[in-house]
């Protein structure tokens, strides 16, 4: 048997071990899964605006400029997901990220993305009717 042939039949049972050992897929998992919800220019978004602090979706519709319902939905993904949590104030719904080193990980990524800087974010300048912009321009 040539060298060649040992070896690519030596890195067959590797590659083969490694497809049937799913413990070792089962470590990455946890990961992969909050990777996975951070991989959304929407969620995104919506985790840099509540960088600043915690917003009802109204105040999330008038800067993002992205329609309540899809907001809503984005937020109860990221909710599922652990990242944020919401508290309730009469009529309104306020969300806040619950684990702030998810900022850490979006600005390293931001790093590996774009090494040269990224251009800074221009949110939608429109009057912002929640209650805590009480219609006022929603500063930046
Ligand atoms: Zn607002």
Redesign the pocket.
Known sequence: MTDGRKRAIITFNIMNMTASEPVILEHFEPAARLLKLLAHPARLAILDVLRREE??V??LE??LGLRQAYISQQLALLREGGLIEDRREGWNVYYRVSNRRVFDLMDMTASVAAPEGMPEVRYDKRK???P??NGVI?PL
């Open positions: 917003a009802c109204c105040h008038a800067v912002c009717p929640c805590k912009c929603y």
